[in-house]
Protein backbone atom coordinates (compact mmCIF):
# COMPACT_ATOMS: atom_id res chain seq x y z
CA UNK A 1 0.00 0.00 0.00
CA UNK A 2 1.11 3.50 -0.84
CA UNK A 3 2.05 5.24 2.53
CA UNK A 4 3.85 8.61 3.13
CA UNK A 5 5.72 9.37 6.48
CA UNK A 6 6.89 12.44 7.88
CA UNK A 7 9.00 11.53 11.09
CA UNK A 8 8.57 15.05 12.73
CA UNK A 9 5.88 16.46 14.22
CA UNK A 10 7.67 19.88 14.99
CA UNK A 11 11.14 21.31 13.50
CA UNK A 12 12.14 24.52 15.48
CA UNK A 13 14.81 26.52 13.80
CA UNK A 14 16.29 29.80 14.12
CA UNK A 15 15.97 32.20 11.59
CA UNK A 16 18.33 31.96 8.83
CA UNK A 17 19.27 28.37 9.48
CA UNK A 18 19.01 25.85 7.38
CA UNK A 19 15.51 23.88 7.02
CA UNK A 20 15.29 20.23 6.23
CA UNK A 21 11.64 18.55 6.72
CA UNK A 22 12.08 14.92 5.83
CA UNK A 23 9.35 12.90 3.88
CA UNK A 24 9.65 9.33 2.78
CA UNK A 25 7.28 6.99 1.05
CA UNK A 26 6.36 3.48 -0.02
CA UNK A 27 5.20 2.50 -3.45
CA UNK A 28 6.44 -0.03 -5.80
CA UNK A 29 5.89 2.36 -9.01
CA UNK A 30 7.00 5.68 -10.24
CA UNK A 31 5.02 8.30 -7.79
CA UNK A 32 4.56 11.91 -8.46
CA UNK A 33 5.64 13.59 -5.05
CA UNK A 34 4.23 16.80 -3.78
CA UNK A 35 4.87 19.69 -0.73
CA UNK A 36 1.85 21.62 0.21
CA UNK A 37 1.63 23.98 2.85
CA UNK A 38 -0.68 25.48 5.29
CA UNK A 39 0.17 28.80 6.77
CA UNK A 40 -1.73 30.50 9.70
CA UNK A 41 -5.74 30.54 8.93
CA UNK A 42 -5.30 30.19 5.19
CA UNK A 43 -6.13 27.20 3.13
CA UNK A 44 -4.17 24.08 2.03
CA UNK A 45 -1.76 25.34 -0.98
CA UNK A 46 0.63 23.39 -3.25
CA UNK A 47 4.27 24.85 -2.58
CA UNK A 48 6.32 22.05 -5.05
CA UNK A 49 5.93 18.97 -7.26
CA UNK A 50 8.99 16.68 -8.02
CA UNK A 51 8.48 16.98 -12.10
CA UNK A 52 8.72 20.18 -12.15
CA UNK A 53 11.98 20.58 -10.20
CA UNK A 54 11.78 24.19 -9.48
CA UNK A 55 12.54 26.36 -6.00
CA UNK A 56 9.36 28.21 -4.52
CA UNK A 57 9.94 30.78 -1.64
CA UNK A 58 13.64 28.94 -1.64
CA UNK A 59 12.66 25.60 -1.36
CA UNK A 60 13.95 22.69 -3.15
CA UNK A 61 13.15 19.28 -2.85
CA UNK A 62 14.87 16.47 -4.90
CA UNK A 63 12.73 12.75 -5.12
CA UNK A 64 15.79 9.95 -4.12
CA UNK A 65 13.79 7.04 -5.82
CA UNK A 66 16.63 5.04 -4.09
CA UNK A 67 16.07 6.05 -0.68
CA UNK A 68 12.07 6.66 -1.34
CA UNK A 69 12.44 10.11 -0.32
CA UNK A 70 11.23 13.65 -0.95
CA UNK A 71 12.67 16.17 1.64
CA UNK A 72 11.97 19.76 1.57
CA UNK A 73 15.17 22.13 2.37
CA UNK A 74 15.53 25.66 2.75
CA UNK A 75 19.18 26.98 3.56
CA UNK A 76 18.17 30.08 5.06
CA UNK A 77 15.37 29.88 7.19
CA UNK A 78 12.61 32.94 7.41
CA UNK A 79 10.00 33.44 9.98
CA UNK A 80 7.20 33.89 7.32
CA UNK A 81 8.38 29.84 6.80
CA UNK A 82 6.60 29.17 9.66
CA UNK A 83 3.46 26.63 8.91
CA UNK A 84 2.90 23.61 8.72
CA UNK A 85 3.82 21.22 5.52
CA UNK A 86 2.63 18.17 4.17
CA UNK A 87 4.25 15.95 1.90
CA UNK A 88 2.12 14.12 -0.48
CA UNK A 89 1.98 11.11 -3.25
CA UNK A 90 -0.12 10.16 -5.77
CA UNK A 91 0.13 7.29 -8.15
CA UNK A 92 -0.84 8.80 -11.52
CA UNK A 93 -2.32 12.67 -12.60
CA UNK A 94 -6.06 12.77 -11.88
CA UNK A 95 -6.29 10.65 -8.40
CA UNK A 96 -6.03 11.32 -5.22
CA UNK A 97 -3.33 12.68 -2.86
CA UNK A 98 -1.95 10.36 -0.17
CA UNK A 99 -0.88 12.62 2.75
CA UNK A 100 2.10 12.24 5.65
CA UNK A 101 1.07 13.83 8.85
CA UNK A 102 2.76 16.87 8.39
CA UNK A 103 5.26 18.61 10.44
CA UNK A 104 5.09 21.80 11.90
CA UNK A 105 8.01 24.34 11.19
CA UNK A 106 8.53 26.92 13.50
CA UNK A 107 11.27 29.88 12.68
CA UNK A 108 12.07 32.22 15.09
CA UNK A 109 14.32 34.69 15.72
CA UNK B 1 -14.37 33.42 -8.67
CA UNK B 2 -11.14 33.15 -6.86
CA UNK B 3 -11.08 29.50 -5.45
CA UNK B 4 -13.04 26.69 -3.72
CA UNK B 5 -15.46 27.40 -1.62
CA UNK B 6 -16.95 25.46 1.33
CA UNK B 7 -20.53 25.81 2.93
CA UNK B 8 -21.19 25.52 5.95
CA UNK B 9 -17.25 26.61 7.27
CA UNK B 10 -18.71 24.98 10.90
CA UNK B 11 -21.40 22.82 11.80
CA UNK B 12 -22.29 21.10 15.33
CA UNK B 13 -24.80 18.95 15.20
CA UNK B 14 -26.05 16.49 18.07
CA UNK B 15 -25.27 12.72 17.23
CA UNK B 16 -28.02 10.68 14.89
CA UNK B 17 -28.91 14.17 13.23
CA UNK B 18 -27.92 14.15 9.11
CA UNK B 19 -25.77 16.43 7.44
CA UNK B 20 -24.57 18.00 4.15
CA UNK B 21 -21.87 19.76 3.42
CA UNK B 22 -21.40 21.78 -0.05
CA UNK B 23 -18.05 22.56 -2.08
CA UNK B 24 -18.17 24.98 -5.37
CA UNK B 25 -15.12 23.89 -7.23
CA UNK B 26 -13.22 26.43 -9.54
CA UNK B 27 -14.92 27.14 -12.86
CA UNK B 28 -14.56 24.67 -15.50
CA UNK B 29 -12.35 22.29 -13.01
CA UNK B 30 -13.93 18.84 -14.53
CA UNK B 31 -12.26 16.52 -11.07
CA UNK B 32 -13.24 17.41 -7.48
CA UNK B 33 -12.10 15.17 -4.18
CA UNK B 34 -13.19 15.32 -0.87
CA UNK B 35 -11.03 14.16 2.06
CA UNK B 36 -11.26 14.31 6.10
CA UNK B 37 -8.78 15.58 8.05
CA UNK B 38 -8.90 14.61 12.02
CA UNK B 39 -6.11 16.26 14.69
CA UNK B 40 -2.61 15.65 14.06
CA UNK B 41 -3.47 14.05 10.51
CA UNK B 42 -2.98 14.63 6.81
CA UNK B 43 -5.84 14.76 4.75
CA UNK B 44 -7.49 11.36 4.10
CA UNK B 45 -9.04 10.90 0.71
CA UNK B 46 -12.47 10.01 1.05
CA UNK B 47 -14.06 10.01 -2.71
CA UNK B 48 -13.32 11.84 -6.25
CA UNK B 49 -15.43 12.91 -9.21
CA UNK B 50 -15.03 13.77 -12.99
CA UNK B 51 -17.66 15.59 -14.02
CA UNK B 52 -20.53 13.64 -12.56
CA UNK B 53 -19.31 10.36 -12.09
CA UNK B 54 -17.69 9.11 -9.26
CA UNK B 55 -14.68 7.70 -9.63
CA UNK B 56 -13.26 6.35 -6.78
CA UNK B 57 -14.49 5.96 -2.88
CA UNK B 58 -12.45 4.89 -0.16
CA UNK B 59 -12.40 2.41 1.98
CA UNK B 60 -13.10 5.16 4.60
CA UNK B 61 -16.38 6.09 2.87
CA UNK B 62 -18.84 3.69 4.76
CA UNK B 63 -22.14 3.70 4.14
CA UNK B 64 -23.59 6.44 6.25
CA UNK B 65 -21.39 8.58 3.95
CA UNK B 66 -22.39 9.67 -0.06
CA UNK B 67 -21.32 12.19 -2.06
CA UNK B 68 -22.89 13.27 -5.16
CA UNK B 69 -22.10 15.74 -8.04
CA UNK B 70 -24.84 16.57 -10.44
CA UNK B 71 -24.00 18.41 -13.65
CA UNK B 72 -20.55 17.93 -12.31
CA UNK B 73 -20.67 21.78 -11.01
CA UNK B 74 -20.91 21.30 -7.12
CA UNK B 75 -21.06 18.96 -5.18
CA UNK B 76 -22.39 17.33 -1.81
CA UNK B 77 -20.89 15.23 0.85
CA UNK B 78 -24.17 14.12 3.07
CA UNK B 79 -23.34 12.05 6.60
CA UNK B 80 -26.15 9.99 8.15
CA UNK B 81 -26.65 9.20 11.32
CA UNK B 82 -23.47 11.18 12.67
CA UNK B 83 -21.35 9.59 15.47
CA UNK B 84 -18.76 11.44 17.79
CA UNK B 85 -15.55 9.93 15.26
CA UNK B 86 -17.16 12.13 11.95
CA UNK B 87 -15.45 14.79 14.01
CA UNK B 88 -13.27 16.35 11.56
CA UNK B 89 -12.33 18.87 8.72
CA UNK B 90 -13.77 18.12 5.75
CA UNK B 91 -11.80 19.06 2.74
CA UNK B 92 -12.96 19.84 -1.16
CA UNK B 93 -10.05 20.32 -3.36
CA UNK B 94 -10.65 20.55 -7.45
CA UNK B 95 -8.51 20.14 -10.01
CA UNK B 96 -8.28 20.08 -14.00
CA UNK B 97 -8.20 17.03 -16.36
CA UNK B 98 -4.36 17.18 -16.98
CA UNK B 99 -3.60 19.72 -14.31
CA UNK B 100 -1.15 18.69 -11.62
CA UNK B 101 -2.51 20.86 -8.79
CA UNK B 102 -5.08 20.19 -6.78
CA UNK B 103 -6.64 23.51 -5.00
CA UNK B 104 -8.46 23.14 -1.75
CA UNK B 105 -11.34 25.03 -0.20
CA UNK B 106 -11.29 26.31 3.06
CA UNK B 107 -12.70 23.11 4.50
CA UNK B 108 -15.91 22.76 6.62
CA UNK B 109 -15.51 21.54 10.51
CA UNK B 110 -17.70 19.45 11.81
CA UNK B 111 -18.15 18.65 15.97
CA UNK B 112 -20.32 16.29 16.84
CA UNK B 113 -21.38 16.59 20.36
Known amino acids: AQRVTQPEKLLSVFKGAPVELKCNYSYSGSPELFWYVQYSRQRLQLLLR??SRESIKGFTADLNKGETSFHLKKPFAQEEDSAMYYC???????????FGKGTTLSVSS | DTGVSQNPRHKITKRGQNVTFRCDPISEHNRLYWYRQTLGQGPEFLTYFQNEAQLEKSRLLSDRFSAERPKGSFSTLEIQRTEQGDSAMYLC???????????FGPGTRLTVL
Open chain 2, 93 to 103: ASSAIGGNEQF
Open chain 1, 50 to 51: HI
Open chain 1, 88 to 98: ALRYQAGTALI
